[in-house]
């Protein structure tokens, strides 16, 4: 994908690009629709399987907007520790650097499609994005969105506040 964006730039030559921070975490916005995510993110308990399933979460279309998440391993940026039981409530504070996730350990099948959900939606939570549902069910215009629903995915509005966060 980013060697795609080079292309296009070089070749097109009207695109241009920004790029900003939240958190430790690289957001370069290519002309209007082109996202490219990237960091790095340490997971000292194990468990980097839960690094496909972010990438995952944030990489698609969504809306008017091409996204690419490139989180790699490594130190220096988040850090995401598996210390929650399975089927407990992952954290992560809003704009912080540290994810709290799911173990794999006795985990159902069940349990591990949410963890891997719920990682892609602590990850938000790193980009400064708020829980966007309340006891009462998801926000208006969340019900199928990461941060409002269970197995929800990003949309348009997702990534317009995720680059809004950015400065
Ligand atoms: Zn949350």
Redesign the pocket.
Known sequence: MTIFYDEVMIVGGSLSSKTCKINSVEVTQYGAGMVAISGSISFPDGRSDYLAAMNNAWSGNFGRYTVSTQMLQGTGGLTAYINKAPGESPT?DIGGPNLNLNSAVGATPTQMAYARWAAG??L??SFKLR?QYTEAGPNSGYENEI?GVDGGKPNETTIDSLLYNCK
Do not use: N, S
């Open positions: 992560a939606h602590e938000g939570h829980d941060m």
